[in-house]
């Protein structure tokens, strides 16, 4: 029962979802076709979308920013317009290829000559009328011949509309301009809102602010800023265990704290001299193991400074072959592993935030344990040319493989930390390397 004007739908549950199974006939702008009102009485009354959706003056413009979720438009309270997804589920769980005549009426349907009518069974109480359509000034299909509905999909003129034929088994989706008048079917279900609490686990600031979220959304609009804690390291906002990004479909009311990691167990760890060209590299000892906080710069065959230009090298190291890289490292240390680095991700923050703490503030880091990566760049070797330089940096892991090439590290400017493995014909690629002390 509509609450606005009193009127009676009946219902029907199709799968997972529950439909109105008579066309809306609520008066709020809508006309009946031939302004019979027998006709509205029969199949219900026609919208123009704007008028459908509730957007004033969105027939002409690009409204979909205002349409939000479960976009209520001209329905009932606690019902909505149709998306398109929920059309095509509804298709789909009939059989697409016959669901106009499993959704339609069993009577009320004609068909011109050229095609002859299929009559409807209505295998599943839908009920589809062919209600249909109006442009002011013309006619626009035919009351029992045609039924057209509005989806929740526009654009600038045009909106995605569900039309079936007397003559068709089928339902075809098409574009039709917002101006032109169809029927509407609403589903059941209304916006709502889930409230996001975050608890920053004494950082900085103590609190943040809640956060209306709609239903079914995965992208958050306002996701905020990280905090900030004196002595660790921002690793994410947890629900117990489970992590929730940007990307985090909402649906429940949840509080989110936030987790830190702790950076007492990283120190500086002096200076190494090579003993082979005298070079220093200062390194940082983290979470127990001894890194160089700088990446290697020994010459050697097979490996090379970015663009050919040695003041390269100096500022972001030398990128080595696979083979080179192996053996590169100096006297007491050796090529990181990989699980050297799934610990230091791991420490960092993990694979999402890692990429914020290990880099140099200078490669859009924070360099909050002095590890200073750098954006090297790196030597694709198949098509000699070098790729990146100041946007992506890559390092050589002591670890084979599925596919029996090594594997690598890839960090770029933002703060996520992806692991690659390569193919066996990429081992000549040219790749920054860090060492880890022992042997």
Same mark, same amino acid.
């Given at each position: 029962?509509d609450?606005?004007?009193?009127?009676?739908?009946?219902?029907?549950t199709?799968?997972?979802?529950?439909?109105m199974a008579e066309?809306?006939?609520?008066?709020?702008g809508?006309?009946?076709h031939?302004?019979?009102?027998?006709?509205?009485a029969?199949?219900g009354r026609?919208y123009d979308w704007?008028?459908?959706m509730?957007?004033?003056?969105?027939?002409?413009?690009?409204?979909?920013?205002?349409v939000?979720?479960?976009h209520?438009?001209?329905c009932?309270e606690?019902w909505?317009?149709?998306?398109?997804?929920?059309?095509?589920?509804?298709?789909?769980f009939?059989?697409?290829?016959?669901a106009?005549?499993?959704?339609?009426n069993k009577t009320?349907?004609?068909?011109?000559?050229?095609?002859?009518?299929i009559p409807?069974?209505?295998?599943?109480?839908?009920?589809?009328?062919?209600?249909?359509?109006y442009?002011?000034?013309?006619?626009?299909?035919?009351?029992?011949?045609?039924g057209l509905w509005?989806?929740?999909?526009?654009?600038?003129g045009?909106?995605?509309t569900?039309?079936?034929?007397?003559?068709?088994?089928?339902?075809?989706q098409?574009?039709?301009?917002k101006?032109?008048?169809?029927?509407?079917r609403c589903?059941?279900?209304?916006?709502?809102h889930?409230t996001?609490?975050? /608890?920053?686990?004494?950082?900085?600031?103590?609190?943040?602010?809640y956060l209306a979220?709609?239903?079914g959304?995965?992208?958050?609009t306002?996701?905020?800023?990280?905090?900030? =804690?004196?002595?660790s390291?921002?690793?994410g906002?947890?629900d117990?265990e489970?992590?929730?990004?940007?990307?985090?479909t909402?649906?429940k009311?949840v509080?989110?704290?936030?987790?830190?990691?702790?950076?007492?167990?990283?120190e500086?760890?002096?200076?190494?001299t090579?003993s082979?060209?005298?070079q220093?590299y200062?390194?940082r000892?983290i979470?127990?193991?001894r890194w160089?906080?700088?990446?290697?710069?020994?010459?050697?065959d097979?490996?090379?400074?970015?663009?050919? &230009?040695?003041?390269?090298?100096?500022?972001?190291?030398?990128?080595?072959?696979?083979d080179?890289a192996?053996n590169?490292?100096?006297?007491?240390?050796?090529?990181?592993?990989? &699980?050297?680095?799934?610990?230091l991700?791991q420490?960092?923050?993990?694979?999402?935030?890692?990429?914020?703490?290990?880099?140099?503030t200078?490669a859009?880091g924070?360099?909050?344990l002095?590890?200073?990566?750098?954006?090297?760049?790196?030597?694709?070797? /198949?098509? &000699? =040319?070098?790729?990146?330089i100041?946007?992506?940096?890559i390092w050589w892991?002591?670890?084979?493989?599925?596919?029996?090439?090594?594997?690598a590290?890839?960090?770029?400017?933002?703060e996520?930390?992806?692991?690659i493995?390569?193919?066996?014909?990429?081992?000549g690629?040219?790749?920054?390397?860090?060492?880890v002390?022992?042997?």
């Amino acid at each position: 029962t509509d609450s606005r004007d009193g009127q009676k739908y009946r219902t029907v549950t199709i799968g997972t979802q529950t439909w109105m199974a008579e066309n809306l006939n609520y008066n709020d702008g809508g006309v009946c076709h031939g302004n019979n009102p027998s006709n509205c009485a029969t199949y219900g009354r026609l919208y123009d979308w704007q008028t459908a959706m509730a957007l004033p003056n969105c027939n002409e413009t690009n409204c979909s920013g205002q349409v939000v979720s479960m976009h209520r438009g001209i329905c009932p309270e606690g019902w909505h317009i149709p998306t398109n997804e929920e059309w095509n589920i509804l298709i789909d769980f009939v059989g697409a290829s016959t669901a106009g005549t499993k959704l339609k009426n069993k009577t009320g349907w004609g068909a011109s000559s050229e095609h002859p009518v299929i009559p409807g069974t209505d295998d599943y109480g839908f009920s589809a009328l062919p209600g249909g359509g109006y442009t002011p000034g013309y006619s626009l299909g035919q009351t029992g011949a045609i039924g057209l509905w509005w989806s929740a999909t526009g654009n600038i003129g045009a909106a995605v509309t569900y039309m079936m034929l007397g003559g068709s088994a089928d339902v075809s989706q098409i574009e039709a301009g917002k101006h032109t008048h169809h029927s509407v079917r609403c589903i059941l279900g209304e916006k709502k809102h889930f409230t996001v609490t975050f /608890n920053t686990n004494g950082g900085t600031p103590a609190t943040m602010p809640y956060l209306a979220v709609d239903s079914g959304l995965t992208l958050w609009t306002k996701y905020p800023a990280d905090p900030t =804690k004196t002595g660790s390291t921002f690793g994410g906002w947890f629900d117990g265990e489970e992590l929730y990004t940007a990307s985090t479909t909402i649906t429940k009311d949840v509080t989110l704290v936030a987790k830190w990691n702790k950076l007492s167990d990283s120190e500086d760890g002096g200076t190494l001299t090579d003993s082979r060209d005298g070079q220093n590299y200062p390194t940082r000892i983290i979470d127990g193991k001894r890194w160089m906080a700088k990446n290697l710069n020994y010459a050697t065959d097979d490996s090379w400074c970015y663009g050919e &230009d040695n003041s390269n090298c100096a500022e972001y190291g030398r990128l080595y072959s696979w083979d080179a890289a192996k053996n590169a490292c100096p006297a007491g240390w050796r090529l990181s592993t990989g &699980d050297d680095w799934v610990d230091l991700v791991q420490f960092a923050g993990g694979y999402n935030f890692a990429g914020g703490v290990l880099k140099s503030t200078s490669a859009a880091g924070r360099d909050d344990l002095g590890f200073s990566a750098m954006l090297g760049g790196y030597f694709f070797k /198949n098509v &000699d =040319k070098f790729i990146n330089i100041g946007e992506v940096g890559i390092w050589w892991r002591d670890f084979m493989g599925p596919d029996g090439g090594p594997c690598a590290l890839e960090m770029n400017q933002q703060e996520r930390v992806s692991s690659i493995c390569l193919f066996p014909d990429e081992v000549g690629n040219g790749y920054s390397v860090r060492c880890v002390e022992g042997e």
